[in-house]
């Protein structure tokens, strides 16, 4: 084919009623033009146009299997949401809603009244705030307390989190200066006492996550902590990183961080709780209520689906935590994951291997939750992720192995599709 035997763009669109046709004719001709430099014919351009076109309708934000047995996983969008809050986000969100009206006075209202009433009866709290994600949380609630001034971190917990979210870049980008105290091992009740100054604002502990230090160690007790703050009236903020409602063994509940004196605690609403990406303040409601007025807090809210997916979340946690997709992975019995693996194995004639299922999210770095998945061929790996639904696994001495413990029971069959679309795939 020579150049001058392509069409022009308003040719190969001409016809087509799609207003991204033009666009993509002529991304579509760029490309042919060079394949004809190159000496490459290029085909049916009429019918790569039709597919060109069906892929940029296609979202790009899409559902997936998660098969890789880390529960909270951060790349994955974090917690899959409980059938009840995706019912109420659908119902808040169709129509209008009272977001910030008051309907018994008949005025404006605040988007923060929704869950002031569920997170206080969860976690004991007298006020409760809920902004964008717990970064936010963290953020506000120095730049409202502490802006300008001292806050006192153990060198111990200055840690990045992922993705570039490091505690001495939180606390300067809130305007508050950190002055860090004791030594990575070991940091006593004592040196934030030496520490304190006219300049200090409040004392912050933030929780390892993904970390843990051991051996020759010392952290004083939340509790002491407490003592310290409050003989010299300084606030304690508690960065629980999860933040888990209900009791999980390792995990700190919000609970008891207050019970053991934290006068604020900051916890993400789509890690241990299960919820939407959100971030949870509760404590002290004059605290609390000092947040709410800072100017940050406007920009850092959480919005209606948010606030609706959060409400419903915290209503399940209350009375059925099982029903909170998140939390059932976590507590469901191995056998239970077994017999999916063993279904999984049956369908696609994989075998049963046993694996070590995570928490993710930083959450419960050293628990092992016992796992059982699914081994097929390691080569299909590639053809499974770009599949329909992409099914996301992990390679482990020469296989590929489908953890059970993120999959359904439904999504144990789609998975079971998905492998032999890729075998298919593979063959062609
Ligand atoms: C995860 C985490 C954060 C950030 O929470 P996001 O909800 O991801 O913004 C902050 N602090 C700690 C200790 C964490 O573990």
Redesign the pocket.
Known sequence: MRLRDLPSVDQLARGIDDPLAVDVARSLLDRAREQVHAGIDPGDLAGRLREELTAARAPRLRRVLNATGVIAHTNLGRAPLAEHALERVREVARGYSNLEYDLSAGGRGSRQAHVGGIIPRLTGAEGALVVN???AA?MLALAALAEGREVLVSRGELIE?GDG?RIPDVLTRSGARLREVGTTNRTRAADYEAAISPETALILR??Q?NFRIVGFTEQPSLAELAQVAQSHKLPLVD?L??GALIDLGDEPTARSSLAAGADLVCF?G??LLGGP?A?IIVGRADLVERLRRHPLQRALRADKLTLAALEATLMLALDSPDEIPALRMLREPPGAVRARAERLAELVGGEVEETIARAG??ALPLAELPSYACAVEERLAAPLRLGDPPVVSILRDGRLLLDCRTLTDAEVDEAAVAVAAARTHERN
Request: hydrophobic fraction near 25%; aromatic fraction near 6%.
């Open positions: 994600n717990n970064a963290v989190i979210f933030v929780h996550s960065d990183g999860s993400s789509d890690k990406q971030g999210g930083g």
